[in-house]
């Protein structure tokens, strides 16, 4: 597979707080990865270090092959870095040829990218007047002025109003079905969960995991149970070798396994111990479960 | 470099409030000069025609135009830091950054613009002042039209220095109206050290020390032309002699100012966290 980005043992210290530590991960063409991990963890230093903002403390990153200095690689990289950040007295237009000149691409592909992302009537209106979304939409017309070949959005939904959320992940997935890499950080999960393939989680600025998204945990799912014989049933899964924590909110218990099992099993092992169960259904966790697992796990 | 000069020049032109000051940094120079040309007449005693005093006479001519057009730099100064102030604010630097532009290229393209900008207003000075010349002066040999041209150099050094510092002020404060009020409280400060070695040390190296500071460098380029004119109407008073030529180690001091603000400003962004 051939490498866009390769980051290896990147640190980056505000002071005393380290925001990124030893961080080591690879991007590799026509995936697409987010990077997730709650607000503070240290995404949007990392993407702030690659994308030539933020200086690193120590370690190092090279784009694509290495070969490339990281001014140079910027130009076939397109960014969007939290809020959308253009000149207000111009037009979009205006905007939009302002980054051309600053990427050395021809005008002529504005016109084509602000109809991606359904701007094209409001081409001459200055960018004061737009709304929250059709801002975060003109950014993204503008990351993609040089076809780059790797896209990069940093919370791109954020603040937006559902439609708003809706449109942005409708022209990310489209854009991501044209073959190009997506890099996505969020600190949403379903937002990942909807439109990645890989992912990189990050606690305080280290890795917890990279691989890809239905490989993050090696669980075997778990039961959620009800019966009318609440305590004994409690009792029984206590006792039980397969079962690691159990958690009880009211009525419902929630019991995680440890080894493989399947429902029917473990009703007919509940049947013959005289337990009948009024609920049963067994379960993989959400990457929103996953991701709190892993999180709270260290 | 021309991609620089374009990238800067669309930011500051498409901008209102910066396009109305260029605008004024230009055209103000030339009303004091068609001002100064008109003949005033003090209710019917006397008319008083500065044309007839003989500043608009080659070579001083020169000396005068560049001395008043420069009193008008600050407008383009305020261009200057706002561009650097809105861009933080903005932080459409983060965002040129990102699009590919870098911190070198960021800090190029607004010095080109200042040193574009310099030039043209030292060769709309220089024209005007050719043309007012050849209008009113009572000489107009080639000999001494060009005769103290370098005041026409003068000016534009002075002009790309001073914009390096404001620059400068611009990148450290990130604020335009700190930046301006730096600006103040450098002057002030010169001022007092000034003051401080003249009457700690002796006045000769006070004076030469002080000759060295940014602000005191620039306007030793070119010294006020008031005593001049004074000087042409009473060549006997010999007290009033003083030096106002430009000197190479005057716009040598101010180049390496001008050096030392465009380095500490990439120097600065560089060491930044955006």
Known sequence: MEPILTISNLTKKFGYLTAVKNLTFTINKGNVYGILGPNGSGKSTTLGIVLNVVNKTQGDFHWFDGNITTHDALKKVGAIIERPNFYSYMTAEQNLKLVCRIKGVDHSKIEEKLDIVGLLDRKTHKFRTFSLGMKQRLAIASALLNDPEILILDEPTNGLDPQGIHQIRQIIKDIAANGTTILLASHLLDEVEKVCTHVVVLRKGEKLYSGRVDEMINSHGFFELKAKKHDELLGALELHDNFGKIKVEGELITAFLNEPMSASDFNQLMFDRGILLSHLVKRKESLEEQFLQLTDNK | ?274
């Open chain 2, 1 to 274: 470099m021309l991609r620089l000069i374009q990238l800067e020049l669309q930011k500051l032109w498409l901008n209102k409030a910066s396009r109305v000051l260029i605008i004024i940094s230009f055209i103000l120079p030339f009303t004091v000069l068609i001002l100064s040309s008109i003949k005033i007449n003090f209710f019917g005693f006397f008319t008083l025609e500065l044309g007839e005093l003989g500043i608009f006479n080659f070579p001083i001519i020169w000396h005068i135009t560049t001395f008043f057009a420069a009193q008008f730099k600050f407008f383009f100064a305020i261009v200057v830091v706002s561009m650097i102030g809105n861009e933080y604010s903005n932080k459409t630097l983060k965002q040129n950054l990102i699009d590919g532009l870098s911190k070198k290229e960021f800090i190029l393209s607004k010095f080109y613009t200042i040193v574009f900008f310099s030039l043209c207003a030292t060769l709309l000075i220089g024209l005007a002042t050719f043309a007012i010349g050849m209008y009113y002066s009572s000489y107009t040999e080639a000999s001494i039209i060009f005769r103290e041209v370098d005041f026409l150099l003068a000016y534009f050094v002075k002009l790309v220095g001073f914009f390096s510092l404001c620059l400068f002020l611009g990148v450290l404060v990130k604020r335009s109206a700190f930046a301006l009020g730096f600006l103040f409280i450098l002057f002030i400060a010169e001022s007092i050290i000034y003051g401080i070695m003249k009457w700690k040390i002796n006045g000769d190296i006070a004076d030469k020390i002080h000759d060295l500071f940014p602000l005191q460098s620039m306007w030793n380029l070119i010294e006020q032309p008031i005593q001049r004119i004074i000087m042409t109407k009473f060549p006997d008073n010999t007290d009033m002699v003083y030096d106002f030529a430009v000197h190479w180690y005057e716009i040598f001091i101010v180049l390496g100012w001008t050096a030392i603000f465009v380095f500490f400003s990439f120097f600065l962004l560089k060491k930044r966290d955006l």
